[in-house]
C-alpha cells in the first residue's frame, strides 16, 4: 500500500533560524548550505547578522534561549525591527544524526517555516531590570550566608562555643563579641560583657563559652571570614537602596505603579 505524503502549510515564508553559541552564531535563512553563514559575537557582528538577514528579505527570526548568549543578539534583532521568536531548546530537538551547528539552525529555520515554535515568556525592560537587582541582591545574601558558617566553622575549631550562648552568631550579642575578637581580645570576661540585655544566657555561662585554644590559624580564618561577612551586608545594604531608587524613579515616571 502507498503511503501518502502529507504536506505542511508554510507559515513563515520569510524567516530564518539562528544556533546561538558562546563564541560564534550560525544563521540559516534557507535549507541549504550556502543557505547557513558563520557570525561572531561582538557587537559589530550582531549587527553584521541583522544587516544579512534584512538583505536576504527576512522578516521573522527563531533561536533558542541558550545561556546568557542570546539576550545582545535578541535586542538588536528587535531595533531592526524582526519579529523574534525565543523558543526552549526542548522544542527544537530533532531526530537522530550528530549534531551540528549547521543542522540546528537549518532545523530551526524549518520548524520556523512551519510554524511549529512557540516564543517563550519574556518579561518587558522594566520588569527583567528589577530582576536584575533582585538577583544580586540574593548572591550577596547567599555569601553573606556562607561566610557566616564558615565564621561558626572557626569558632568552633577555636572552642568558643558562641552557637551554645546566642541564638544567632550575627546577631547583636554575637556580632560584638566576634568583632571584639577579632581585634585581638581574647579575654572571656571582657567578651562576655558584650551581652545583649535580650540574651537570654547570664554574662557568667557566656564567658565559660569563650574559654579557647586561641591558636592564630583559626583566629585569622575568623577574621577573614567576619570581614567578608560585613562586606556582603554592605553590599545588601547597596542592592537595597538600588531598588528602592528603581522603584521610586518607575513611580515618578508612571504614577498608575502606586498601586
Not at 508554510?10 to 550556502?34: M, R, T, W, Y
Not at 521568536?85 to 549547521?102: I, M, R, S, Y
Not at 533582585?134 to 565564621?151: E, G, Y
Amino acid at each position: 500500500m502507498e503511503r501518502k505524503k502529507m504536506e505542511l502549510e508554510i507559515i513563515n515564508p520569510n524567516c530564518a533560524g539562528i544556533d546561538i553559541g558562546s563564541k560564534s552564531h550560525f544563521v540559516a535563512v534557507g535549507q541549504s548550505l550556502e543557505d547557513v553563514k558563520e557570525f561572531g559575537v561582538y557587537a559589530d557582528d550582531l549587527v553584521s547578522i541583522c544587516l544579512h538577514l534584512k538583505g536576504y528579505g527576512i522578516t521573522s527570526v527563531a533561536m533558542e534561549s541558550t545561556g546568557n548568549y542570546w539576550q545582545n543578539l535578541y535586542v538588536e534583532l528587535e531595533r531592526h525591527g524582526l519579529e523574534v521568536t525565543l523558543c526552549n531548546g526542548k522544542f527544537t530537538k530533532h531526530a537522530k544524526g550528530k549534531k551540528t551547528d549547521v543542522k540546528d539552525c537549518r532545523w530551526i529555520q524549518k520548524l520556523h517555516t512551519l510554524g511549529l515554535l512557540t516564543s517563550s515568556f519574556l518579561p518587558d525592560q522594566t520588569t527583567e531590570e528589577l530582576r536584575t537587582f533582585c538577583r544580586q541582591r540574593n548572591n550577596m545574601i547567599d555569601l553573606a550566608a556562607q561566610a557566616s558558617h564558615k565564621m561558626q566553622k572557626y569558632l568552633k575549631l577555636l572552642n568558643f562555643r558562641l552557637d551554645v550562648v546566642v541564638n544567632d552568631i550575627c546577631g547583636l550579642t554575637g556580632q560584638a563579641i566576634i568583632a571584639d575578637i577579632c581585634k585581638g581580645n581574647l579575654d572571656p570576661q571582657k567578651l562576655a560583657a558584650h551581652r545583649n540585655g535580650n540574651c537570654k544566657k547570664s554574662q557568667e555561662e557566656i564567658a565559660k563559652a569563650l574559654k579557647g585554644n586561641n591558636r592564630a590559624d583559626f583566629l585569622f580564618g575568623l577574621k577573614q571570614e567576619y570581614e567578608s561577612y560585613l562586606f556582603y551586608q554592605k553590599k545588601i545594604e547597596d542592592c537595597d537602596k538600588q531598588i528602592n531608587l528603581f522603584l521610586k524613579n518607575q513611580i515618578n515616571t508612571d504614577p498608575l505603579k502606586k498601586n
